[in-house]
């Protein structure tokens, strides 16, 4: 009886995957250059990337099919899926700002921890050492306007390891969170993208009632939170631990061309030009 490593079987499902992509370009002949993913600098400043806008209202379970080895973004039952690349398509109008907060794990094994989900290489991976449900606390300094979240995972890879229903709560610490999302993946491989929406913040009392004297919808608004907790709950075969490759955080893009813009769809204040009221922006 021959057993197979992890590391021996993650190399034959690569090989298998290459294969198949070496059968397809053989068909398609030189077609297969022109479906290149598009990273950030392919992407003009205000030109909308396919699939991004139409995002659903996000309420209650959704489900997303994953096998599918399609370059553009495809949007299904609330969820934004993109094949499996290591570059991630995204709205030019969003910014990521994982970097501003702190990460933390409910477990993990030596060596496959934050820095693994946060590197940008789609090859490392989070695995989770316990029970779960298995956690990611995502913790920023300040309020945060957060307009989605991108997981890339691999079923072809993880098998057992991918996660299959995902919790998404927010609040203002770990003892107030709130569920604002619940979504079921099946199979998913690539990058799965999961909008998030939240009403206006009682504290942002200057942004209401801009919103009010303006008669500016407050539907689609990004969620503003302190933090923001990722739940997984369940992983496909009853696995029990589990894999995440990439995790990021996306929000608003502020300033230049697009402040006009994000006043009226983000509810963002002007920011002070000049120095003499630069010193109000802030109460000390």
């Known amino acids: 009886l021959i057993v197979l490593s992890d590391v021996e079987r993650t190399m034959a499902a690569r090989r298998r995957r290459q294969q198949q992509e070496d059968e397809v370009s053989l068909v398609n002949g030189s077609d297969a250059d022109e479906s290149e993913i598009l990273g950030d600098d392919d992407i003009e400043e205000g030109e909308e990337v396919d699939g991004m806008e139409s995002i659903g209202d ?28 290591s570059t991630l398509q995204h709205n030019p109008q969003l910014r990521e700002i994982g970097h501003e907060a702190v990460w933390s794990l409910s477990t993990a094994k030596p060596g496959n921890g934050v820095e693994q989900i946060r590197d940008g290489s789609c090859d490392t991976y989070w ?4 029970s779960h449900p298995h956690l990611i606390n995502i913790q920023f300094a300040r309020r945060a306007s957060v307009s989605c979240l991108s997981f890339y995972m691999d079923y072809s890879l993880d098998e057992s390891y991918t996660p299959k ?20 993946l099946s ?15 009682p504290l942002d009392v200057l942004i209401l009632q801009q919103q009010e004297s303006n008669n500016i919808s407050t539907k689609n608004t990004p969620l503003r939170a302190h933090f923001i907790q990722i739940s997984i709950i369940s992983m496909h075969q009853n696995g029990r631990d589990t894999h995440v490759r990439q995790v990021k955080v996306y929000g608003p893009r502020r300033g230049g061309d697009n402040t006009s813009w994000m006043m009226q769809h983000y509810h963002v204040l002007p920011e002070f030009q000049t120095v003499e009221m630069t010193q109000y922006a802030a109460i000390r």
Do not use: C
């Not at 695995?127 to 316990?130: A, E, F, K, P």
């Not at 229903?165 to 079921?184: A, Y």
């Open 187 to 201: 199979e998913p491989i690539g990058w799965v993208t999961i909008p998030l929406f939240g009403a206006p913040d």
């Open 58 to 85: 996000g309420d209650g379970e959704t489900t997303i099919a994953g096998a599918n080895n399609s370059n553009s973004s495809i949007e299904r039952g609330g969820l934004i899926y993109q094949g499996p690349h």
């Open 165 to 184: 229903k995902i919790s998404v709560k927010s609040g203002m610490t770990h003892h107030d969170l709130t569920e604002i999302r619940l979504v079921e």
């Open 127 to 130: 695995q989770s050492d316990g």
